[in-house]
């Protein structure tokens, strides 16, 4: 099961008037916060809503600091380092998405698995407004967001919008990259 958006459908529909499709189901409200929410989330390069218990699997590094990727972390439940649990007092973690350990993570070779909770557990206002202004604007104009066509062996193709924010403001993309996740 996928993520669920980063708004609702309805409260779309409260911004455009009514529900807005076919009249009766609001059809492409739903289309449209769901697709503008995934374009968030792959220009973040982040979950944003709640996820509990992942297991991360990292490359270690001889720093002392690990990078989770995801934010805010919630919780770790454990640490594997090249397949040996690590007691919880040789390691902390903060909500940035950082983990701590004095000895460091052995290696760019070495597999670390953190098994964690992250994501906001209410999506920031700011968040869900430019899902809510992208997603008005995609329905009025579905044309701005820039589309790409993948090619298939065998002659099959589909389209598919791009990873690029073409549809997106300059002020919805100030918003996007002071939640962006700058490394891996």
Excluded at 87 to 96: I, K, L, M, N, S
Aim: aromatic share 8%.
């Amino acid at each position: 099961m996928g993520l669920p958006p980063l708004t609702s459908p309805d409260n779309l529909a409260v911004i455009l008037g009514g529900p807005y499709g076919d009249g009766t189901d609001g059809v492409w409200s739903h289309w449209a916060v769901g697709l503008v929410s995934a374009m968030v989330r792959s220009y973040t390069r982040l979950s944003i809503t709640p996820v509990i218990d992942a297991a991360l699997t990292l490359g270690g590094t001889r720093s002392r600091k690990l990078v989770v990727g995801e934010r805010p972390l919630t919780d770790v439940t454990s640490v594997t380092l090249d397949g040996t649990p690590l007691p919880t007092t040789d390691y902390r973690w903060t909500r940035a998405g950082v983990l701590y350990r004095a000895a460091g993570w052995a290696g760019e070779d070495i597999e670390v698995v953190v098994v964690c909770s992250y994501g906001f557990t209410v999506v920031p206002a700011d968040l869900r407004a430019v899902v809510q202004t992208a997603a008005t604007r995609m329905i009025a104009n579905p044309a701005q967001w820039k589309q790409q066509r993948d090619e298939r062996p065998g002659g099959s193709s589909t389209l598919r919008v791009s990873d690029a924010p073409t549809g997106f403001t300059v002020g919805e993309l100030a918003v996007l990259n002071r939640y962006r996740r700058r490394t891996a």
